[in-house]
């Protein structure tokens, strides 16, 4: 199988306790593609600019990325500087210069057409619906989202969640979603505006599944995978879209999605978050091997089963 | 097996989003008390005034809790009044009386001293230090403070740690006492003050217990559990106190104190939490029965359980 996901690909500036990098590659696209490509093909659709070369490229190309959906436009790409302070939860923005990935109109290559996973990283919503509708073949989507479109273009975020299967948002864009501050209340008023499941990722504590009642299985049993306690988080920055290339890789990989497969899932989505987080930008995500990410979700299920 | 616990026995009003009650019974060692009372023989040692009457004891005594550890004095018995605000996190305190409460010295009754199992709740560090060492019996201790105790009392309490195997507290107190904001890097300095595992609670997030290295079994990984994702809190008091009693509890009911029965005693500790909140007071802990309770461990393991 493989997967397609289109969002950003973008140069960082990132400041935490444990440095300072400049001119990291960032961007949602590039966080899920390398964490994605340990367990499926993968495709980006995205924008750069001039300053985007061949080095940048070889990165996606190592891992076996499909990059002839990533644009050249005229102009700079995407470019994101960020501070985190001592607790590491929340970065400060320093600057955000959209450059070329302001007017992005994701033009999806006729040889991606038949991918049958699709994961609709943060974009402006109807950008977001506009993909998922010319994608005829895909059987399942994952999408994200942020507090910016959920304030801003409710309605156009209503219509892009009824065409997804997959929604992963955060504990506060969930509650902010829903207007409600009950976590699992939040969970079935967001599931009822259309996704079949709803991933809420809690950070250091880990996420939880929540599932429409009858959706991939029977019952409506949420489940909670853990993070892994880290010593030293270097660079939070691509944690969620890392946690999101796991998560929808690994369920690319499977031949069925069901509960169990999901579950697994997320579990695989913790893992590649906690390899992320390790170094600063997409370091951690580079030189990895199966194995490595297996022994890791061995002690994800040490971590949280009782023999 | 029994297990003695000294805290505070103590009237609460309390209003949160789902209502307001006035005057029940509450008090650290009678949420404690209550949790563990399912797993084992409970003794509690608590301080009364003149308004504690038969009514109140019945309730110790119908779940075979040994009262002859609550001293009457003269006086009025600890009260405290406390709103939760809509996400139900952190109680405002609208008064606290200590009444009898203020000059408590904990008298062990001859017939507890042969205690094998022994929890300090949350009281000035030095009384928890007295108990601890007039207790010749004891095979294991697990402790409670709070902000107070850490920020008022430091000598004090540094004392407490070295007599105690296992402390219970939250993620705020944790790094509180260990001047550090990475949870791992507390937890480590935390056990090097005393204790041979820390139980670190992260509230709607689960616990987690830190094991000192080769405290309790090989390794040093952490372990965690979940909690249960609830549709209503009612009132979260008494939750950290009732997990308490559960994990404690369910530990003085095992031939041996391992890891594997810590792990386990940690879903107790989740279950008796998830219990104490869906209720007003002590009132979800009254009527309990063991099948009930291990029929909620089950849901929590199906919560983080993989195939």
């Known amino acids: 199988m493989s997967i397609l996901v289109v969002g950003s690909v973008a140069y960082d500036d990132i400041t935490s306790p444990s440095g300072t ?17 340990y367990f499926t093909q993968v495709r980006v659709v995205a924008v750069v600019g001039n300053d985007f070369g061949a080095e940048q490229e070889s990165v996606f190309h190592k891992h076996g990325i499909d990059t002839r959906g990533i644009e050249r436009a005229p102009g700079k790409t995407f470019r994101w ?3 985190y302070a001592d607790n590491l939860n929340e970065a400060k923005t320093d600057f955000t210069n959209l450059n070329v990935f302001e ?3 994701p033009q999806i290559p006729k040889g991606f057409k038949d991918t049958e996973f699709l994961f609709l990283a943060n974009i402006q919503p109807t950008l977001q619906a506009n993909v998922r509708r010319e994608m005829n073949h895909v059987r399942l989507t994952g999408c994200d989202t942020m507090n910016y479109w959920i304030q801003r273009t409710p309605k156009e975020l209503a219509e892009t969640l009824k065409l997804v299967d997959l929604l992963l948002i955060n504990d506060t864009e969930a509650k902010m979603l829903a207007s409600e501050t009950n976590l699992p209340r939040a969970a079935n008023k967001v599931l009822a505006m259309g996704p079949r499941a709803l ?7 880990g996420a939880t599944i929540f599932f429409r009642e009858g959706a991939f299985g029977i019952g409506h049993h949420p489940f909670r995978a853990p993070a ?6 270097k660079d939070p920055t691509g944690a969620g879209d890392s946690f999101a290339g796991g998560f929808m890789g690994y369920l690319a990989s499977q031949k069925e999605v069901d509960r169990e497969a999901l579950k697994r899932a997320l579990f695989y989505g913790s893992v590649m978050g906690s390899f992320a987080v390790e170094r600063f930008g ?10 490595e990410i297996d022994a890791r979700f061995q002690i994800f299920r040490e971590l949280t089963h009782l023999q």
Chains 1, 2 share one sequence.
């Open 228 to 233: 892994l306690p880290m010593d030293e988080v």
């Open 103 to 105: 007017a992005f109109q």
């Open 21 to 37: 990098v400049k001119n990291i590659l960032g961007g949602a696209a590039t966080y899920f593609s390398l964490a994605a490509s």
């Open 81 to 83: 500087g960020g501070t």
């Open 282 to 291: 997409t370091e951690g995500l580079q030189s990895l091997s199966r194995p």
């Open 199 to 205: 991933v809420i990722k809690h950070g250091e504590y």
